[in-house]
C-alpha cells in the first residue's frame, strides 16, 4: 500500500495543527471558504499521491513552461507534495525504454485511477508519423495512456482545439484530443499557454475533491472559462464610452484606452487572464499595451489579422472579411440597379407597350 | 557501408546498436541511435528529429505583422526569440525602424530569456546528468552547508536549511512514488559528485524551480505575459506613459521599479548559486572531456542585442557574430544571411523533397514538402520503427550548411567567437573559470565547455539587463518615451514584392528568419533554427551534424543506461519542436 | 397563391380596378420593421468600426454603450415583429401568407417566377399582374425577409446570450448557434456582418424594384404598403 500525502507530512515530523493549517492555506489559495478544510484534510489523509501521466503531442512546451511558473501553489510543491508526476518528457529524469517503461506500470498499477495530461495534439496525417515517439505514432500512445484513465485533462490550446499546427492548411492534420478519444469526457484547458495558476488550480481542485470540475458546453472548467476576457476588462469603461487608441503608441494607447480597434479580441475570448492574470498577477496582454489575440479560442489563428477587428470569413478566402465582401457585392448590386434602372427608363420611354400579356396560367 | 570517414570522425556501425527514444529533459521529440564497440564507446551515432508541424507552410498568405504570432508558437521554451526574429525580417523587408526605446525592451526582453532559459536548462534540463538526487539521502547537510558557504555568500545555505531539504527528499523518496525521479539512473558509476554537493544541488533545483518564474515578470511586464509575450512590428506594444494622465496603466515608475528589483535579483541568483554549482560540478568532473563535436572547428554566430536601434552591423551587436571553419581560430569570417552562396538548407536525409535534393536552397528560395519516406535498411514498420537507416531520410530536421560546413551554434560558439575576436566580456570569464578549474583552453571544446559557456552566458545577459534599463532610464529621463513606429503600419502603404530577414541569438544559438512578401501576404517564410545547425542529420556530402559529432567515441559506463548521450545531447539544450518547426 | 386565378379572370374582363390587400397591422409591421433594421444596421456598422475616439469621462461618455443598447432594444422589437409577423400570417388574409409560402412544388408557380424573370431582362414586353407578390418577388422575400431574418436573429441573440452570460437564459437558447460556427464566436460576429451587408443590397434591390413597378408594371406598389390598396391602372 502507498503512504498518503498526510502519512508522509507525519513522518516528516509535522504536527496534526501545522497539517490543518497547511490545508486552510490551501482553501484559501483556492479561494475556497473555511467549509472546504476539513475535505481537503481527509482527502490528503486518504489518499495516495495521484499519479499523473504527461504526455506531449504537436505542440510547443509553454504549457510545461507555463505550469512551472505556478505561483500558488508552487510548483515544487505541486511536484513534490499534491501529485506524482510520474511521466513528463520533458522534466524526467529517465529516457528511452527506461522512461516508457513508466507508462507501462502507471497504467497497470493505477488502472483507472491516475490523471492523464495531455499537451498538444495528435496529427494524423501520414499515419500518424508527424510525430513519432518510440518509434511509434503519438496518437497510439495517447490512446493507450487514454484507456485507462481516470480523467483526461486537454492542456492548452494544442490539445483543445488543435492551435497553430491545425491552422490552414493543417498539413499535418493534428487534430484535438477530443476528437481522438471521444468515448469520455475531455476537461479542456484551453489558452496558448493557460495561465499557471489556472492549470495547477484545475488539477489541484480534482485532486482535492476527487471529481471533475463542472465544464461549460464546450468543456471547459466553467471556474475559468465562463466569461470573456473582455466581461471583466479593466478597459472596459473606455469601450462603453468610445474611447479608443487609434495607433499604437498614440495619446490613447498612454491613456490606457480600450485596444477594441487594434484588433482586440477580448470581446469573444473566454479566460482569466483580466481577472487572475498572468505571472503572479503582474500583468495580462491588454495590460501591457496589446490586444488579446483570443489565444484561448477555437481556430484563433484563422480569423484574419489579430490587427482587424472584423474577422476574416475563411470561406471566402484568405483575405476576406464582412466588410470587403460587403462592400464589393453592394457596389455591384448598386451597379446593377443604376443599369437596370437606365435600361428600363428607354424601354419605357420608347414606349413599345403595345404588345399584350402573354397568355398564361390555364 | 560500415565504415565512412568524415570530418575526422570515422563512423562505424558495426558494433551493438542501441536506441534512446524518447530522448528526455529536452524540449520535443528527440531519437538517438548508437554503435557501440567492445569498450562501450561509440563509434557511429544517428540523431533524428521525429516531430513536424509545418510552420513554414501555414505561414503562406498570412498578413506578415502576425507573423511573429504564429513563429512564437515554434517554441514555448525559448518564447519570444522567433518573435523577435520576425517582428525583425518584416522590419528588415518594409525599411521600417523602431525607436531606441523599443530597442532597448526588446533587448531587455531577449536578454531575460537568455538568463532564464539557461537558468531552466541547467537546473531543470541538465543538471540529473551530473547529480544523483538518491545519493543526497546519504548527505550530512552540516558539511553541505560547508560546501555551500565556501562557494558563495548566498544567505540559503545553513545546516537547518539543508536538513529541512533532505528531510523533504527523504519522505518524498520513502513515499515509493518517485514521480520525476523514476528510474532515473541512480547509482551509475558516471555519477561523480559526492553526496554532500548533490544534497546542495537539489536543493538549487528547487530554488531556481521557485525563481524562474520571477525572471519572466520583465516579459510580463512589457509584453503582458509568459510564456508568449506580446510583440509589435515597429516596435513594442506597451506604451510608456511615466506621469501624465492613466499612467497608471502604462509603463510608469511602478513598473520600472518591478523589473529592476527583478533584475537585481537575477543577477544575484547568477552569481550567487548559478555560477558557483557551475563551477563546483565542473571541478567534479574535470577530466570528462567528452562530447566537443565539431565545436573545435565549425561555428557560427550572427550576433545580436544591438546598442543602437536599428544597426544590425557589427560595431553595434553586443554579443559575437562570425563563422569559424575547419577549426582555423585565428579567422573569423563574416556572415551574410542575405547571401544565397553561404546559408543553404538540404533535405537529402531530411523527410522533405526538393526537385533536385543533392543542392542546397537559400531560404529565401526555400521550400518545406514533406516526403516521409524510410531507406531500405530500416528495422521494424513504417509505424513501429526498430532502427533507423541512416543512409536515406531520417529525420524531421533540415540540414543547413555554411558554405557547405555543418556548424555549431549556441553559448559556446558565441564565446569561442568573442574569445578569438578579443572581446573582454566573453574572454575574461572564459580565461578565469579555465584558471579556477585549472584547465587548458581546449578543454572548452567539450560537453561540460558548452554547460559552462551558457552559466556564463546567463551571467553576462543578466548583468546587460542592468546596463540596458540604465539606457531606459536616461532616455526617459531626456523626455523619450515612444515606443512605437507606425508609419508604415498600413499595408497600403507597403511595395508590392519585398525580401528581408531578421536574426537574433536565441538561447541555443544563431536564429534567422527569411521573409518573402508579395502583395502584402507572405509569399515564403523559412526559419533556419539553432537545433536546425546542431540537430542536423547528414548532407549529401555524408557529413554529420553537431549532435551526432559530440557523440562520436564517448564510452559509456553501462551501455543499457544512456547517461553520458544524454549528458552530452543536453549540453546542446536541444529543442526539437525549433529544430524541424 | 400567386396564380392566375378568380380576381386575375375579373380584373382582366375591367371588373376590379383596386382590390384591399395589406391590412393595418401589416402595413404597420412593414415599416416599423423597416425602420428596425435601419436602426440594426446603422448602429450595427459602427459597432463593428467604431467612430474616432472621443475626450471625455466615462461618467457621461457612453458612445458606444448606447449603440449596443440600441442596437439590443431594436433587436428586440425585431423578434417581437417577427412573432407578430407569423401571428399575422396564421391569422390574416392569403397575402399575409405568401410572404412565408412560396409554392414551390406547383409547376405554375415556377412558370411565374421565370415570366417574371422575363421581364426583368426585358424579354417580354408587359408583366403579369398579381394581386399580391409575384413569384420572383415572393422567393427574394422569402430567402431574404424569412430565412434571412431568422438568421439575423439567431446570431444576433447568439451574440447578446455571451452579453448576458453562460447559464443564462439567452445562453441556453441559442449558445448552441456559437457552437454551430465552431465554437469561436469571433466567426458568428463576422457571419452576422456578412447578413447586414446581404440584407443591404437585397433591401436596396427590394425597394428599387417596388418603384419600378409602380412605374412599369401599371399596378401600384409603394401605395399599396401605405394604404392598403392595390390600384391597377389599366
Ligand atoms: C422606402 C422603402 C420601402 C418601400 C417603398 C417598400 C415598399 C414595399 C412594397 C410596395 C411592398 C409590397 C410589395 C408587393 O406588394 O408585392 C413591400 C413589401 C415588403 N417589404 Fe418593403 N418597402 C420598403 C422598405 C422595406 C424595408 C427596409 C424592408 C425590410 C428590411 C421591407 C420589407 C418588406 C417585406 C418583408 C415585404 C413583404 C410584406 C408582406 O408580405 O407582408 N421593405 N415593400
Ligand atoms: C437586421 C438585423 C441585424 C443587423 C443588420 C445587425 C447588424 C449588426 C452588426 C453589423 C454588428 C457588428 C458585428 C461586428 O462587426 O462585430 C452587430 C453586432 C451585434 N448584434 Fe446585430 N444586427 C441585427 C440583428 C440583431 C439582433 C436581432 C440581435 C439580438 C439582440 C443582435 C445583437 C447583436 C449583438 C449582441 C452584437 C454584438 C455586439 C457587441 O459585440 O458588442 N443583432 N449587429
Ligand atoms: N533551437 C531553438 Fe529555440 C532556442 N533557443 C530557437 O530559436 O528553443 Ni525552443
Ligand atoms: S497551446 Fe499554444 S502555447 Fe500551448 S503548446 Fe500549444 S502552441 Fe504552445
Ligand atoms: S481592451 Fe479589449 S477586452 Fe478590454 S474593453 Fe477593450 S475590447 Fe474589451
Ligand atoms: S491572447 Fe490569450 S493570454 Fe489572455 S488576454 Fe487573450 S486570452
Ligand atoms: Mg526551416
Redesign the interface.
Known amino acids: 500500500m ?2 498518503t500525502f498526510y ?3 507525519r ?3 509535522i504536527t496534526r495543527r501545522s497539517f490543518m493549517k497547511f490545508c486552510s492555506l490551501m482553501a484559501a489559495s483556492m479561494g475556497l471558504g473555511a467549509g472546504a478544510v476539513p475535505k481537503i484534510a481527509h482527502a490528503l489523509e486518504t489518499k ?2 495521484t ?1 499523473v501521466l504527461w504526455i ?1 503531442g ?9 505550469f ?4 500558488h501553489p ?3 510543491d505541486v ?2 507534495s499534491m ?14 525504454h ?5 507508462l507501462d506500470t502507471i497504467r497497470e498499477k493505477y488502472k483507472g485511477n491516475y490523471i492523464l495530461a495531455v499537451e498538444g495534439n495528435p ?1 494524423l496525417g ?12 503519438f496518437v ?1 500512445k495517447l490512446r493507450e495512456c487514454a484507456a485507462d484513465a481516470k480523467h483526461i485533462i486537454a492542456w492548452g490550446s494544442c490539445a483543445s ?1 488543435g ?3 491545425a ?6 492534420q ?1 487534430t484535438p484530443v477530443h476528437k481522438v478519444i471521444t468515448d469520455r469526457p475531455v476537461i479542456k484547458v484551453p489558452g ?2 493557460p495561465i ?1 495558476e489556472v492549470m495547477t488550480a484545475v488539477i489541484t481542485y480534482m485532486l482535492t475533491f476527487d471529481r471533475a470540475p463542472e465544464l ?3 468543456g471547459r472548467p ?1 471556474m475559468f472559462y ?3 476576457i473582455h ?1 471583466k476588462c ?2 472596459r ?8 487608441v ?4 498614440d495619446e ?6 480600450c485596444l ?2 487594434m484588433g482586440c ?1 477580448g470581446p ?1 475570448t473566454y479566460n482569466a ?1 483580466s481577472t487572475t492574470r ?3 498577477g ?9 490586444g488579446c ?3 484561448s ?5 484563422d ?5 482587424n ?5 475563411s470561406q471566402f478566402g ?2 476576406a ?3 470587403t ?3 464589393t ?2 457596389a455591384g ?2 451597379a446593377g ?1 443604376a443599369a ?2 437606365a ?2 427608363a428607354v ?2 420611354y420608347r414606349g ?7 397568355e ?3 | 557501408m560500415t565504415r565512412h570517414e568524415t570530418q575526422g570522425f570515422t563512423l562505424d556501425d558495426t558494433g551493438r546498436r542501441i536506441v534512446v527514444d524518447p530522448v528526455t529533459r529536452i524540449e520535443g521529440y528527440m531519437r538517438v541511435e548508437v554503435n557501440v564497440d567492445e569498450n562501450n564507446v561509440i563509434r557511429n551515432a544517428v540523431s533524428t528529429g521525429t516531430l513536424w508541424r509545418g510552420l513554414e507552410v501555414i505561414l503562406k498568405g498570412r498578413d506578415p505583422r502576425d507573423a511573429w504570432a504564429f513563429t512564437q508558437r515554434i517554441c514555448g521554451v525559448c518564447t519570444g526569440t522567433h518573435a523577435l526574429a520576425s517582428v525583425r525580417a518584416v522590419e528588415n523587408a518594409l525599411g521600417i525602424t523602431i525607436p531606441d526605446n523599443a530597442n532597448i525592451i526588446r533587448n531587455l526582453m531577449q536578454l531575460c530569456l537568455q538568463v532564464h532559459d539557461h537558468l531552466v536548462h541547467f537546473y531543470h534540463l541538465h543538471a540529473l546528468d551530473w547529480v544523483d538526487v538518491v545519493s543526497a539521502l546519504d548527505a550530512d547537510p552540516r558539511t553541505t552547508s560547508e560546501l555551500a558557504q565556501s562557494l558563495s555568500d548566498w544567505p540559503l545555505s545553513s545546516p537547518g536549511y539543508f536538513r529541512d531539504i533532505q528531510n523533504r527528499l527523504k519522505a518524498f523518496v520513502a513515499s515509493g512514488q518517485l514521480g520525476l525521479f523514476t528510474n532515473g539512473y541512480w547509482g551509475n558509476p558516471a555519477y561523480r559528485l559526492p553526496a554532500d554537493a548533490n544534497l546542495m544541488a537539489v536543493a538549487h533545483y528547487l530554488e531556481a524551480l521557485d525563481f524562474q518564474k520571477e525572471i519572466v515578470k520583465i516579459h510580463t511586464v512589457f509584453g503582458g505575459k509568459n510564456p508568449h509575450p506580446n510583440w509589435l512590428v515597429g516596435g513594442v506594444p506597451c506604451a510608456i506613459n511615466l506621469d501624465g494622465v492613466g499612467a497608471v496603466g502604462a509603463v510608469n515608475m511602478e513598473r520600472l521599479n518591478l523589473v529592476k528589483s527583478i533584475i537585481e535579483r537575477t543577477i544575484e541568483f547568477v552569481d550567487k548559486v548559478y555560477i558557483p554549482d557551475l563551477t563546483a560540478i565542473a571541478g567534479f568532473y574535470r577530466d570528462w572531456q567528452y562530447g566537443g563535436g565539431i565545436s573545435s572547428q565549425c561555428l557560427l554566430a550572427y550576433g545580436d542585442i544591438p546598442v543602437r536601434a536599428n544597426d544590425y552591423g557589427p560595431d553595434s551587436l553586443l554579443m559575437p557574430h562570425g563563422a569559424i571553419i575547419n577549426g582555423d581560430l585565428s579567422t573569423v569570417h563574416d556572415v551574410d544571411l542575405s547571401d544565397p552562396e553561404q546559408i543553404q538548407e538540404f533535405v537529402s536525409h531530411s523527410w522533405y523533397t526538393y526537385p533536385d535534393e543533392t543542392r542546397g536552397l537559400h531560404p529565401w528560395d526555400g521550400l518545406t514538402e514533406p516526403d516521409f519516406q524510410l531507406g531500405p535498411n530500416t528495422k521494424g514498420t513504417r509505424t513501429k520503427i526498430e532502427q533507423i537507416d541512416e543512409n536515406a531520410k531520417y529525420s524531421w530536421i533540415k540540414s543547413p550548411r555554411w558554405r557547405g560546413h555543418p556548424m555549431e551554434v549556441g553559448p559556446l560558439a558565441r564565446f569561442v567567437i568573442g574569445h578569438v575576436r578579443g572581446n573582454p566580456e566573453f574572454k575574461e570569464p572564459v580565461d578565469r573559470l579555465l584558471r579556477t578549474l585549472d584547465l587548458p583552453l581546449e578543454a572548452i571544446f567539450s560537453t561540460l565547455g558548452r554547460t559552462a559557456a551558457r552559466g556564463l552566458e546567463a551571467s553576462w545577459a543578466a548583468h546587460k539587463m542592468a546596463w540596458f534599463f540604465d539606457r531606459l532610464i536616461s532616455n526617459l529621463k531626456a523626455g523619450d518615451t515612444a515606443t512605437a513606429n507606425t508609419e508604415r503600419w498600413d499595408p497600403a502603404t507597403w511595395p508590392d514584392d519585398v525580401k528581408g530577414y531578421g536574426f537574433t541569438e536565441a538561447p541555443r544559438g544563431a536564429l534567422g528568419h527569411w521573409i518573402h512578401i508579395r502583395d502584402r501576404k507572405i509569399e515564403n517564410y523559412q526559419a533556419v533554427v539553432p537545433t536546425t545547425w546542431n540537430g542536423s542529420p547528414r548532407d549529401p556530402q555524408g557529413q554529420i551534424g553537431p549532435f551526432e559529432a559530440a557523440l562520436m567515441n564517448t564510452p559509456l559506463a553501462k551501455a543499457d543506461e544512456p547517461l553520458e548521450i544524454l549528458r552530452t545531447l543536453h549540453s546542446f539544450d536541444p529543442c526539437l519542436a525549433c529544430s524541424s518547426h | 397563391m400567386a396564380t392566375i386565378d378568380d380576381f386575375e379572370i375579373a380584373r382582366r374582363s375591367r371588373m376590379v380596378k383596386a382590390l384591399y390587400i395589406y391590412r393595418p397591422m401589416n402595413r404597420l409591421w412593414h415599416w416599423v420593421n423597416a425602420a428596425t433594421i435601419l436602426v440594426l444596421m446603422i448602429t450595427g456598422f459602427f459597432m463593428g468600426r467604431p467612430f474616432p475616439s472621443v475626450e471625455g469621462d466615462t461618467s457621461v461618455l457612453y458612445v458606444m454603450g448606447w449603440l449596443r443598447y440600441i442596437h439590443f432594444v431594436a433587436g428586440w422589437i425585431l423578434l417581437v415583429g417577427f412573432v407578430l409577423r407569423v401571428y399575422l400570417a396564421l391569422s390574416g388574409n392569403r397575402y399575409a401568407r405568401e410572404l412565408f409560402l412560396p409554392d414551390v412544388l406547383s409547376r405554375e408557380w415556377w412558370k411565374g417566377l421565370f415570366t417574371e424573370l422575363a421581364w426583368y431582362m426585358f424579354l417580354i414586353k408587359e408583366p403579369p399582374k398579381y394581386a399580391g407578390h409575384n413569384p420572383l418577388a415572393q422567393f427574394l422575400m422569402f430567402c431574404f425577409f424569412v430565412v434571412g431574418l431568422l438568421v439575423m436573429l439567431l446570431t444576433g441573440f447568439a451574440l447578446f446570450s455571451e452579453a448576458v452570460g453562460q447559464g443564462s437564459w439567452a445562453d441556453h437558447l441559442f449558445g448552441w448557434v456559437i457552437e454551430l460556427f465552431g465554437g469561436n464566436s469571433l466567426a458568428v460576429h463576422a457571419w452576422h456582418r456578412l447578413g447586414m451587408w446581404c440584407l443591404i443590397f437585397i433591401i436596396l434591390a427590394h425597394i428599387y424594384t417596388a418603384v419600378r413597378e409602380d412605374i412599369m408594371s401599371r399596378q401600384s406598389m409603394v401605395s399599396t404598403m401605405i394604404s392598403g390598396w392595390r390600384m391597377f391602372k389599366d
Open positions: 502507498n503512504e502519512d508522509v507530512l513522518r516528516q515530523g495516495p499521491r499519479p506531449h504537436l505542440e510547443c512546451t509553454c504549457c510545461t513552461e507555463s512551472i511558473r505556478s505561483a508552487l510548483a515544487k511536484l513534490l501529485l506524482s508526476l510520474d511521466y513528463d518528457d520533458t522534466l524526467m529524469a529517465a529516457a528511452g527506461q522512461a516508457e517503461s513508466i496529427p501520414e499515419e500518424g508519423m508527424y510525430a513519432i515517439q518510440g518509434g511509434r505514432p497510439d482545439w492551435c497553430v499546427q491552422a490552414r492548411p493543417n498539413p499535418t493534428a496558448c499557454p499557471a461549460d458546453r464546450m466553467k465562463s466569461q470573456r466581461d479593466y478597459r469603461p473606455h469601450f462603453d464610452a468610445g474611447q479608443y487609434e495607433a499604437w503608441d490613447g494607447a498612454r491613456k490606457g484606452y477594441y480597434k479580441k469573444t487572464c498572468w505571472n503572479e503582474v500583468s495580462f496582454p491588454i495590460q501591457s499595451g496589446h489575440l483570443g489565444c479560442e477555437h481556430d484563433f489563428w480569423q484574419g489579422s489579430f490587427y477587428r472584423v474577422a476574416n470569413l484568405v483575405e472579411n464582412a466588410d465582401i460587403g462592400m457585392i453592394a448590386v448598386g440597379i437596370h434602372a435600361v428600363s424601354v419605357r413599345k407597350t403595345g404588345i399584350d400579356v402573354p398564361h396560367g390555364e
